[in-house]
């Protein structure tokens, strides 16, 4: 029975992880479309007050969700980091 409830919990992440992934993909692929737009109109890969109102946003969310604000910050540093290095790879293509 409790053997039962981790391994449905176990299928549950699992599924849910690979939603995760999922959705960062798209993420990026919604960063990569921003970043030739950029190039387009020299505008710099970096955009701080932007990047804020993002993790601002996220902070509320996941205040919400019970989720701690240095737990979103990483997370949100994490992603900005990416999208920065998928955005300066276009650049050298
Ligand atoms: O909004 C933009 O300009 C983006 O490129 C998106 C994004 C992000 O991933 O949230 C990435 C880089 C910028 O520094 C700010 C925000």
Same mark, same amino acid.
């Given at each position: /029975? $409790? /053997?039962?409830?981790?391994?449905?919990?176990?299928?549950?992440?699992?599924?849910?992880?690979?939603?995760?992934? *999922?959705?960062?993909?798209?993420? %990026?692929?919604? &960063?990569? &479309?921003?970043?030739?737009? +950029?190039?387009?109109? *020299? %505008?710099?890969?970096? $955009?701080?007050?932007?990047?804020?109102?993002?993790? $601002? +946003?996220?902070?509320?969310?996941?205040?919400?969700?019970?989720?701690?604000?240095?737990?979103?910050?990483?997370?949100?540093? &994490?992603? *900005? +980091?990416?999208?920065?290095?998928?955005?300066?790879?276009?650049?050298? $293509?």
């Amino acid at each position: /029975q $409790q /053997q039962d409830t981790l391994s449905a919990n176990r299928a549950k992440i699992n599924q849910l992880d690979k939603e995760i992934v *999922h959705l960062l993909g798209e993420r %990026m692929e919604a &960063a990569r &479309a921003i970043g030739i737009y +950029k190039q387009a109109h *020299h %505008m710099e890969v970096l $955009q701080s007050n932007r990047f804020n109102e993002v993790l $601002q +946003k996220a902070i509320e969310a996941g205040k919400a969700e019970g989720l701690s604000e240095e737990f979103i910050r990483s997370l949100y540093e &994490a992603i *900005h +980091k990416e999208s920065i290095r998928q955005q300066e790879a276009l650049k050298k $293509q």
